[in-house]
């Protein structure tokens, strides 16, 4: 008896087995079918990309990360159908869970879009010199939800990209040379061509500095207590702009101390054209002025 059940039992395994193989055939045909696809397809798209010019690192996202996930899982779904399970429940709950899951990632979200665009719009790469904000430094790393530079004080500071879209960006590599603006200040009283004549000299002694555009000097303003000028230089390499900065401000401090140029600080002169002689009989009986006249007086005698 228990062979027969044995039998019967082993019998009925076989037929299940048989029955059931090609549906098992037909879902690793569809995963093969998908494989291929995006094989196919991540080929043609890459060719296409490059034609086009996109960013090497969107492509990857793109294709490797992107176009695989979304194959993947419509192949999974196909499968699923083949070996006679029900996934509309399941894509149900792929719904529900992408809506929570979108709510509860805006940021991230924000993030990734501005990624997009970043890698789109290409206004930065790796090795460019930015100023984002308050923020000087060179990126390092360009990902789909962060950029990251490292700052002239070797520190790396991670940025979100949302926050990189809504600022002010200026990239001080997309043009190759740069010009550097020294803002100084002489007196009212200094000739200004022997001045710029002093600067001028003085640069040639400044490492760094290029030759063609040559370095100028200019007046930029008529301030309080000097004339505002502003020695210009040009240099070809980002990396050394503000050390550039700190050398010609400190030749051309140096300069103008040789050659007597005053560098004047912030004051202010008062002119007093006519003070009535009751105004000054009133300031002479304030204790504080009254004192200090009767102790002109005692030192005087």
């Known amino acids: 008896m228990q062979e027969l059940l044995s039998l019967e039992t082993a019998e009925q395994l076989r037929s299940m087995v048989v029955a059931f193989s090609p549906r098992v055939f037909a879902a690793l045909f569809v995963l093969f079918v998908f494989w291929v696809v995006f094989r196919v397809v991540r080929r043609l798209l890459t060719t296409v990309f490059r034609r086009v010019g996109i960013d090497k690192n969107l492509t990857h996202l793109l294709l490797d990360n992107v176009l695989r996930v979304a194959l993947a899982i419509i192949a999974l779904i196909m499968a699923a159908s083949q070996l006679g399970l029900n996934v509309a429940a399941a894509l149900a709950g792929l719904g529900v869970a992408g809506i929570a899951v979108g709510l509860a990632a805006q940021d991230s979200i924000a993030n990734m879009i501005a990624g997009f665009l970043i890698f789109w719009d290409k206004p930065f790469s790796v090795g460019d010199f930015l100023t984002i904000g308050e923020l000087y430094g060179e990126v390092r790393v360009i990902t789909i939800r962060t950029t990251r530079l490292r700052t002239v004080e070797n520190k790396y500071v991670v940025i979100p990209n949302r926050q990189i879209m809504d600022s ?3 990239n001080h590599s997309m043009y ?10 002489i007196a009212y009283k200094e000739h200004i061509p022997k001045a710029r004549e002093v600067l001028l000299e003085a640069l040639q002694s400044v490492e760094g500095i290029l030759t063609s555009p040559a370095p100028d000097v200019v007046v930029e303003g008529l301030g309080g207590s000097s004339v505002n000028l502003s020695v210009r230089v040009w240099i070809d ?38 003070v009535e002689d009751r105004v000054w009989d009133k300031l002479g009986r304030l204790p504080a002025v009254a004192g200090s006249s009767r102790g002109r007086a005692a030192k005087q005698r």
């Open 168 to 170: 002010v960006l200026v």
């Open 176 to 185: 190759g040379e740069t010009r550097v603006n020294v803002p100084l200040g």
């Open 237 to 274: 390499e980002m990396s050394m702009e503000r050390l550039t900065f700190n050398r010609t401000l400190e030749a051309c401090k140096l300069a103008l101390d040789g050659a007597g140029i005053q560098i004047p600080y912030p004051h202010l002169q008062l002119f007093v054209e006519k």
